[in-house]
Antibody, heavy 122, light 110 residues
Framework: EVQVLESGGGLVQPGGSLRLSCAASGFTFSSYAMSWVRQAPGKGLEWVSAISGSASSTNYADSVKGRFTLSRDNSKNTLYLQMNSLRADDTAVYFC???????????????WGQGALVTVSS | QSALTQPPSASGSPGQSVTISCTGTSSDVGAYNYVSWYQQHPGKAPKLMMYEVSKRPSGVPDRFSGSKSGNTASLTVSGLQAEDEADYYCSSYAGSNNLLFGGGTKLTVV
């Protein structure tokens, strides 16, 4: 059974840093691109970042470019999102999501985690 | 780039059909067939309901169908059931390694 499980969410002050993790199981992790999609409280979905299966390419939404870094450790079946210079408008539930292909991360998201809440507030 | 445009709400009675639209531009919805639809129940993770405009993942009832005309994609739910009440989001590849979501449509089964 395919599962993705986020962890690392919490409360952080503006300007602070946080690292989210996404542990995957039930599939060959390195064969699939992965993304983070966030949802601010009461708002819609927003794509944040994506990485290819081999980690050879990463992509970021303009809203997080230069502040967030996406990486993966295929030996540990784990995806990471390092978030720096956090702002109040980064407050959201962050979902880890799998794409059905290794490189075409934008194709669709066929499996999602339950999400990790990140709150940026003083 | 702006989010794709969806109506905030839609409704229908059990057994009826309802169509939710998703309007983009010639740079996203109109340019690519990478349009997907997601269903999200309150407090839950989104679920993939349609990909590549009109393809249903395994396990999604055939009451759900997708289409696209020009810069507008649509999701139709036929034979509405109570469990279809949820938020629905469209997404589209927008080129230049960017992906856009719609603002979401709250579907109510009255």
């Amino acid at each position: 059974e395919v599962q993705v499980l986020e962890s690392g969410g919490g409360l952080v002050q503006p300007g602070g840093s946080l690292r989210l993790s996404c542990a995957a199981s039930g599939f060959t992790f390195s064969s699939y691109a992965m993304s983070w999609v966030r949802q601010a409280p009461g708002k819609g979905l927003e794509w944040v970042s994506a990485i290819s299966g081999s980690a050879s390419s990463t992509n970021y939404a303009d809203s997080v470019k230069g502040r967030f870094t996406l990486s993966r450790d295929n030996s540990k079946n784990t995806l990471y999102l390092q978030m720096n210079s956090l702002r109040a408008d980064d407050t959201a539930v962050y979902f880890c999501a799998r794409a059905p292909y290794s490189n075409s991360w934008y194709h669709s998201f066929d499996y999602w985690g339950q999400g990790a809440l990140v709150t940026v507030s003083s | 780039q702006s989010a794709l445009t969806q109506p905030p709400s839609a409704s229908g009675s059990p057994g009826q059909s309802v169509t939710i639209s998703c309007t983009g531009t010639s740079s996203d919805v109109g340019a690519y067939n990478y349009v997907s639809w997601y269903q999200q129940h309150p407090g839950k993770a989104p679920k993939l309901m349609m990909y590549e405009v009109s393809k249903r993942p395994s396990g999604v009832p055939d009451r759900f169908s997708g289409s696209k005309s020009g810069n507008t994609a649509s999701l139709t739910v036929s034979g509405l059931q109570a469990e279809d009440e949820a938020d629905y989001y469209c997404s589209s590849y927008a080129g230049s390694n960017n992906l856009l979501f719609g603002g979401g449509t709250k579907l109510t089964v009255v």
